[in-house]
């Protein structure tokens, strides 16, 4: 038998899958379905989508986020071609190289932000600073919505990226992970965040979403995806039983769970962030836009923590990382709250004992 852990905030990757998505799975599995995404589940939820957006969208459906933003930016490039970014994106940081791999060796170039966020500003810099045939021509911009340090872009950043990206010639982008959090954090439409504004490529999480697995890629130029289901099949993200990636987007579109567990997992950010803002030991790195919560605290307040039995990761801006998913329980985010009171209280305490003297 399996015993279960204390529920842990290092990743909104711990979270199993939520009921809605555990039962359309379960729905699906009743019987047999035509293979390769020909089965009515995957027209249903490409359907969903069209509605959500309120476009007449192209959908595509893989396993995860790596080969959603890789594919999606190779559909989008030639090798020559280069990739706007920014310094911390995840397709710099956390993907292995896999969109150049795909894009046969298309660069990535990139922006300094000590935020996560990119600006027109550094955008038209890199894209404009050589126009040479010695270096790689841009192409496209990517930009993550919700930044890598958990900040959101509003509706009039990206409107603004967009149409710089228009002006240069150039392609937008969205890797939309946690997608649904920017979309709870600003209370938009998810057609107002994206081709209203300008985004003609958008890769929409549903791993972090309340999904076991899954991914969509979602081209609102239809044009654009042409071939994409070669690269997808050419990468190993065509699903030979396709209806198990696609039945739970239909539960959580058609129930509004994929809004209420973002709503969900936003909240308790916030959470904890309100029961830390009396602790002079303890400083927010960024704003608390999402579901995250980035913190930095003395050594001993962290070692603390890892010794009272949290789990954390510090590589960004080497601070501590909280993400809250779906399921996280309120309990539990108070409990953490408390644990960092207590580190912090050993720690001053530790900080003005007298040091022994020996004679």
């Not at 995957?42 to 069209?50: I, L, N, P, S, V």
């Not at 459906?61 to 933003?69: D, E, P, R």
């Not at 919505?145 to 603004?160: C, H, I, L």
């Not at 209280?345 to 020996?358: D, I, N, Q």
């Amino acid at each position: 038998m399996t015993s279960y852990q204390p529920q842990q905030f290092a990743s909104d990757n711990y979270a199993g899958a939520c009921s809605e998505a555990w039962d359309a799975m379960l729905a699906a599995n009743g019987g047999s379905a035509t293979a390769y995404g020909d089965d009515g589940w995957t027209q249903q939820a490409a359907d969903c989508f069209r509605t959500l957006f309120d476009k007449d969208c192209e959908v595509f459906f893989v396993f995860n986020g790596t080969a959603a933003n890789s594919l999606a930016l190779a559909s989008l490039c030639q090798s020559y071609h280069s990739v706007i970014c920014s310094s911390s994106a995840h397709v710099e940081t956390d993907e292995c190289g896999a969109p150049e791999f795909f894009s046969n060796g298309s660069k990535l170039l990139l922006a300094p932000s000590p935020d996560g966020k990119l600006t027109p500003q550094a955008i038209r810099e890199l894209a404009t600073t050589r126009s040479d045939i010695h270096f790689p021509k841009p192409r496209v911009v990517t930009i993550t919505q919700p930044t890598e340090t958990g900040q959101v872009y509003s509706v009039e950043e990206v409107t603004a990226i967009a149409a710089l990206c228009r002006e240069l010639g150039l392609r937008l982008h969205m890797d939309g992970a946690r997608f649904a959090h920017a979309c709870a954090t600003l209370g938009c439409t998810p057609a107002e965040m994206t081709w209203q504004a300008g985004v003609d490529v958008l890769c929409f999480g549903g791993t972090k979403n309340g999904m076991a697995v899954g991914e969509a890629v979602i081209f609102f130029d239809r044009a654009l995806a042409e071939d994409f289901g070669y690269r997808c099949k050419q990468a190993g993200q065509l699903a030979s039983k396709m209806r198990f990636l696609s039945a739970p987007w239909v539960a959580l579109l058609e129930s509004g769970a994929w809004l209420r567990n973002a709503q969900h997992g936003n909240a308790c950010a916030q959470r904890l962030a309100a029961r830390l803002a009396n602790l002079p030991e303890v400083r927010l790195l960024f704003p608390v836009q999402a579901n995250g919560v980035f913190l930095t605290a003395p050594p001993a307040v962290l070692d603390e923590l890892r010794r009272r039995g949290w789990r954390f990761y510090t590589f960004i801006g080497g601070g501590a990382r909280f993400m809250f998913a779906w399921d996280a329980q309120v309990e539990r985010v108070d409990e953490l709250a408390a644990d960092l009171h207590e580190a912090c209280r050993l720690c001053r305490r530790e900080s003005v004992e007298p040091v022994p003297t020996w004679s």
